[in-house]
Each structure stands twice: as structure tokens, then as C-alpha cells.
């Protein structure tokens, strides 16, 4: 069997074979295999395999009429074998979902896609590219931090049952020294313990049972939905459906990012002074505490504690700084552009330049990929995409676009790009999904854009318009928020939480507003604060670190509270 392919695949290879001759295959040529050898565990055509007899006439050949058998003799590698056909060969990209595929998978699936390309075709100088060169050196940084979260959850698991036996150790240590009144103390210190274990598993309990009712919501709608035969039931239950999983959406954002709950116990000084007068053997805690929870709340206002300034301009700058992005990689570094000297900048943790890129047109957002890549929009119409490897910063890829390229976002392989009046959906490879928003209605309607951290909002500032437009990735205006303090509203970003803020630069202001968009919840930096015309902003979630760049040869760093 095989399958007919189009456009450029087809010059490369007319015809896709279930099993292809492995003697043709190794001279370059493309012929059907109607044989296979258990021995030589290869495939041969009916040319091939007169030879192959003559050859190895002891050796046990199987025809098409015994195909099935071939399956399990094929001789592919886990890794060649596709996940969603049996052992079917993975043969094919389809660059359109940047998706590896057999055979079978683009004659199901794949038919309509615009670019399929035969894997052959991709491989050639693949080890000479820089992607894969230094690919050994990501995976290793990858699995490091992995490594990372799972001795350190490890660990926690661990001192939590430390923290247990040293609290019983302290205890019973306490009891020996006041033996008469221990028996009554012992009691209410460990009710005092056990209420605050049950309120600690209440508060997990909780979230479990919150995530267990979408579930069965969930569960629920969709085998309504599934079963029912009434198009009006099913109308109902599709869109409850997709009330709860926008739900669930929003539970998963506000639960992802909560710490471990842990217990300590802490021993009162003034115990045997003062025994006759505690009601316990000391205090347990549990950290984290309600308190500093509030912090982790989607509905958090914060303030600043401390402002600090960092000198980004280098002696080859020829002018003052031009901060129009900012992003952090997963190392601590942070990646800055600079319009007005036209290059890229790198920082260290310490908020030092360690590595520059000059840049072949002045730089304005940018956005974090993957890993250690990042994209950057041009004024030359284009999107470039930057790799970091230690302190060096190189151009890996470039794409040209027929329209501005100003703001720039990236979610789950999706690249939206706007111009100044509108955003466009684009796959990682260039090609276009859809334009999702436009404005023409003045000539600065879309700015430094940034999609939500659940991939469900477009916050717009709406430079022309002095407002902050919040829209779902069909283009849909979901909000409009017009403020005295968002007077040219030029950046927007959001925290791994869902907080929001804003940078305007006319009114020289960060705004906090709530995750739809809809309102402002705090002006949390001003001009005397230490701001002048700020057009770049990130939060750092680790530290909760808001950074701000402008016109400016300084970066500021505001730490929020």
C-alpha cells in the first residue's frame, strides 16, 4: 500500500511504502518491499530478493501473505516506531503542526496540511547545526533542574518526617524534666499538634476536593454530551462543559504555584520557670503560614518595598539606552532589548551586562520560547530567534513577515505577533494561522502585547487610546479599561499567579489591575518613585521582583511586597 503526498515532498519521494526494499533504500532509491527476511531482518522488492536468495539460500524468507508476521520482525528502533499506528515508521514531518508522522498519520490526519516534509530530506547536515550541537548541553540543563525539583521535594518529604520525630523527641526530652505535669501539658500539646495537622489537611483536602468536583463535573458533562441523543441536552451540557473548564482553567493557574505545606515545633525558653503557667510545650508552626499565603492570592495587591537601579548602558553604547523588552530564562539571566543602540543585551542575576548581540535593525519586544531560546521583533519587519549558550547570544533563525513586527508573544507553539494595529497567530515556523485583532482607527492601537499564562487573554495596551484591551484568542473584546494613570499604555505582563500590570509611558506609571482586565487594582510605581518613561516590564515571580526599562541607561528594580 502507499500513499500519495503533495507539494515539495512529492519531488523528494513520489510514493510512501509500508515497508520499502532496504537494498534500494541504501542506493538512494524508493521501491515497495514485498519480502522480508527473518535472518537478515531486512526488507527486499522482487528484484532484490532473487539475489538475496541465491545468496543465502538457507534463509527464511517471508511474503506478503505472512505481512502480519513482518510487524513484529521489523527491526525498528522504540524511537523509529510511531505511538499512534502499532510499529508503523515514523517517515514524515508535517511542519504545519511541527508533528512527527507515518504514513498513515498524514493520510488520517495530515492530508490537508500545507508542508510535509520526508525525514531524510530534514537530517541531512543535522549534526553540523547549531540546534544540535549544543542540544547535549540543554537536555543536560534541563534534566539538572528536573533533578533539581525532585531531590529538593524528595527532601521535604523526608524532613517532614523529620520534623515529626524531632517534635516527639523534644516532647518526650520536655517530659522527663517535668514529670508530675506532664501528663496534662503532653495532652493539650498534642491536641494543639493534632488540630493544627487536621487544619493543614483540611486546607490540602480542600484543594483536592475542588479539583475532584471539576473532575466529575467534567466527567459528567462530557458523557451527557457523548450519550445523549436531544441536541438541546446536549447543547446544555457542551456548555456547562466549557464553564467548567474554564473553571478548571483558572483552579490549576491558582493552585500550580502554592507551596508545600510543613510543620515545626518550637520549644519554649520559659518552660520550667514557668510551668505552672503553660498550656502547652511549646508552639508548632506551619509554614507556610495564612498570612503569607495572601501573597500567592490571585486578588493580592502589592506595594513596594525596595527600589534598586542597575547601569545597562556599555561603553560601546554611542546613546542612551532604549529598553523595549524584557524577559527572564530559566537560569536567572534576563534578556533585555535596546531600540537605540540596536542590540541585545544579557544580565546576570546581579543585574550585570555579561554579553551582547548587535542586531541588523533596531530591536522592539521580545518573549521567552523555550529553554534558552528567545524571539525578538524587528523593524525590519521580521522576528529573529535567539539562542544563549553561557555568555554568547547568536541569531539561530530568522523569520520576514508582510506586515510591522512590534509586540510578541509565545504560548504552548503558538507565536503571536502584532504590528501596530494588529496581531497575528503564527506557527513557530512562520506560517500564518490567522489574524486574531485589528484596529485601524489610529495608527498605535497594539503595543507590547502578552498573552495569559493559561494561553485564554490577550491584555493590549492601546497606546493611542489610553486603554488596556483585553480580547480571547478568537479577537473577541472580553474588556476595556480606561484609567488617568494608563496615559499611553505601552507594555503589559503577567505573573505565573495571574497579576497584571501595566507600564505607561506618558503618565509614567506601573498599574496593577485584576486578571480580566477590567479594573485597576493599585498604581504600584510613579514617576517619583524612580520611573521615566517606562515602555518595558517583567515580574520576576522567584522574588517577586517587578523590573522596569525606559529611555534610560538604568534598569529598575522594584521588590514588592
Not at 501 to 519: A, R
Request: charged share 25%.
Amino acid at each position: 500500500m502507499a500513499y500519495n503526498l503533495e507539494s515539495s515532498f512529492q519531488q523528494a519521494s513520489d510514493l510512501i511504502h509500508d515497508f520499502t526494499c532496504s537494498p534500494c533504500k541504501d542506493d538512494g532509491l524508493n521501491n515497495e518491499a514485498h519480502f522480508f527476511c527473518d535472518e537478515c531482518k531486512k526488507y527486499y522488492c522482487n528484484n532484490c530478493v532473487q539475489l538475496h536468495n541465491k545468496l543465502f539460500r538457507t534463509h527464511s524468507v517471508l511474503g506478503r501473505q505472512d505481512v502480519s508476521k513482518w510487524v513484529g520482525y521489523a527491526g525498528l528502533s522504540p524511537i523509529e516506531k510511531c505511538d499512534k499506528h502499532g510499529d508503523k515508521k515514523l517517515e514524515l514531518l508535517c511542519e504545519d503542526h511541527d508533528e512527527l508522522c507515518c504514513p498513515i498519520c498524514v493520510s488520517l490526519t495530515h492530508r490537508m496540511c500545507q508542508s510535509i516534509k520526508h525525514i531524510p530530506d530534514l537530517s541531512k547536515g543535522l549534526k553540523t547545526q547549531i540546534d544540535f550541537k549544543k542540544l547535549p548541553a540543554d537536555v543536560d540543563t534541563i534534566t539538572t533542574r528536573l533533578q533539581g525539583i525532585t531531590k529538593k521535594r524528595t527532601h521535604n518529604k523526608q524532613s517532614l518526617k523529620d520534623s515529626g520525630k524531632k517534635i516527639l523527641a523534644e516532647i518526650k526530652s520536655l517530659r522527663k524534666k517535668v514529670i508530675e505535669k506532664f501528663d496534662d501539658i503532653e495532652k493539650k500539646t498534642k491536641d494543639i499538634l493534632e488540630n493544627q495537622l487536621h487544619e493543614a489537611d483540611d486546607f490540602l483536602q480542600d484543594d483536592i476536593d475542588k479539583c475532584t468536583k471539576l473532575t466529575d463535573k467534567l466527567k459528567t458533562y462530557l458523557n451527557t454530551i457523548q450519550s445523549q441523543q436531544d441536541d438541546n441536552i446536549s447543547y446544555i451540557a457542551y456548555k456547562k462543559c466549557k464553564d467548567k473548564m474554564s473553571d478548571a482553567e483558572s483552579l490549576l493557574q491558582e493552585l500550580s504555584t502554592k507551596p508545600d505545606t510543613s510543620l515545626t515545633f518550637q520549644a519554649d525558653p520559659r518552660f520550667e520557670q514557668c510551668l505552672s503557667g503553660l498550656n502547652a510545650l511549646g508552639k508548632i508552626i506551619t509554614f507556610p503560614s495564612k498570612d503569607m499565603l495572601n501573597k500567592f492570592d490571585i486578588s493580592h495587591v502589592f506595594k513596594i518595598k525596595a527600589r534598586s537601579q542597575y547601569i545597562v548602558k556599555m561603553p560601546s553604547d554611542k546613546k542612551m539606552c532604549g529598553i523595549n523588552g524584557i524577559c527572564k530564562l530559566p537560569g536567572g539571566e534576563i534578556l533585555i532589548t535596546d531600540y537605540n543602540n540596536t542590540n541585545l543585551k544579557l544580565l546576570n542575576s546581579q543585574y550585570q551586562v555579561t554579553a551582547t548581540c548587535d542586531l541588523p535593525a533596531k530591536p522592539n519586544h521580545l518573549c521567552h520560547i523555550a529553554g534558552y531560546e528567545a524571539a525578538v521583533t524587528l523593524d525590519d519587519k521580521s522576528v529573529h530567534y535567539i539562542t544563549v549558550a553561557g555568555s554568547t547570544l547568536t541569531v539561530s533563525r530568522k523569520m520576514t513577515f508582510p506586515h510591522d513586527c512590534i509586540g510578541i508573544s509565545h504560548h504552548n507553539g503558538n507565536l503571536y505577533v502584532g504590528s501596530w494595529t494588529a496581531i497575528y497567530q503564527y506557527t513557530m515556523s512562520g506560517q500564518l494561522v490567522k489574524k486574531i485583532y485589528e484596529d485601524n482607527s489610529a495608527s498605535g492601537t497594539v503595543n507590547a502585547f502578552t498573552v495569559s499564562r493559561d494561553g485564554t487573554k490577550i491584555y493590549i495596551p492601546a497606546s493611542s487610546h489610553n486603554k488596556l484591551i483585553t480580547i480571547d484568542t478568537s479577537g473577541n473584546i472580553l474588556s476595556t479599561l480606561l484609567d488617568p494613570d494608563i496615559n499611553w499604555p505601552y507594555s503589559v505582563c503577567v505573573s505565573d499567579r495571574g497579576h497584571t500590570f501595566v507600564c505607561s509611558n506618558c503618565s509614567k506609571t506601573v498599574t496593577q489591575v485584576d486578571k480580566d482586565g477590567k479594573h485597576k487594582l493599585a498604581t504600584v510605581a510613579i514617576w517619583k518613585g524612580g520611573l521615566r518613561n517606562p515602555s518595558s516590564i517583567w515580574f520576576d515571580n522567584p522574588t517577586s521582583n517587578l523590573i522596569v526599562g525606559g529611555c534610560q541607561n538604568e534598569l529598575s528594580v522594584f521588590a514588592l511586597e
